[in-house]
């Protein structure tokens, strides 16, 4: 038996190079495994593939973690479809290079729009997953 069977695990950010490597990981490990994604339905479909085509359990669902609305949502899926939530993995993140010399170019809503995805995000999940 894996480690993680039966148990239910919720990856944001799922369709990213490191957030699918933690879902193919949880699924690798038993884990029934919920898959994020803002636009990149894609990326979160082959994550999806990569881990039902070696006998795991997967699915994806759009959400954006800087929509409280969006956030509830996704756990209500989670849980209408899971029963349960087991693993919340908070990796979904936003950012943008801007040169240390070009500070005016990080304005209020770049500075909000990483706030909201990179910190608020994370505790409305957890706070919607308890």
Known sequence: MKVLTGK??????GSGDVGGEIARRLGQEGATVVITYVGAR??????????TSTGGSASAVQLDQRSPDSIEACIATVGKTHGHLDI???????????????????????????????????????????
């Open 8 to 13: 239910v695990a919720l990856v944001t950010g």
């Open 88 to 130: 919340l993995i908070n990796n979904a993140a936003w950012n943008i290079g801007i040169p240390f010399p070009d500070l005016d170019a990080l304005t209020p809503d770049i500075w909000d729009r990483v706030l909201e995805t990179n910190v608020r995000g994370p505790f409305l999940l957890a706070r919607a997953a308890a």
């Open 42 to 51: 894609d990326a979160a479909d082959e994550a999806v593939q990569d881990i």
